[in-house]
Nanobody, 120 residues
Framework: QVQLAESGGGSVQAGESLTLSCAAS????????LGWFRQVGNKEREKVAA????????YFLDSVKGRFAISLDNDKNTLYLQMNSLKPEDTAMYYC?????????????WGQGTQVTVSS
């Protein structure tokens, strides 16, 4: 059973940093696509960053390039999103997601989300 648990969200001032964590279990961590999405209210979720197995970080939303970094700890089965120079427009619920992309699957499992609020 795939389980994803995000943590690390919170309320910060613009310009500050946060690191989100996603503790994962129940699937071969090194062989799945791993990603971070965010959602504001009822708006559509947007992909923030993605990590492709055997390729590394392969996607960043244009508005976060140069400020956010995605990394993983294979020993701990944990995915991270390091967010620097946060802006009020980064305020959203952030979700960790995974999928068996090597077999053609899309992101199919989602965590419960962690709220990030950035004030000016």
């Amino acid at each position: 059973q795939v389980q994803l648990a995000e943590s690390g969200g919170g309320s910060v001032q613009a310009g500050e940093s946060l690191t989100l964590s996603c503790a994962a279990s129940g699937f071969p961590f090194r062989r799945y696509c791993l990603g971070w999405f965010r959602q504001v209210g009822n708006k559509e979720r947007e992909k923030v960053a993605a990590h492709i197995p055997f390729s590394g970080p392969t996607y960043f939303l244009d508005s976060v390039k140069g400020r956010f970094a995605i990394s993983l700890d294979n020993d701990k089965n944990t995915l991270y999103l390091q967010m620097n120079s946060l802006k009020p427009e980064d305020t959203a619920m952030y979700y960790c997601t995974v999928g068996d992309c090597l077999r053609g699957a899309d992101y199919e499992y989602w965590g419960q989300g962690t709220q990030v609020t950035v004030s000016s």
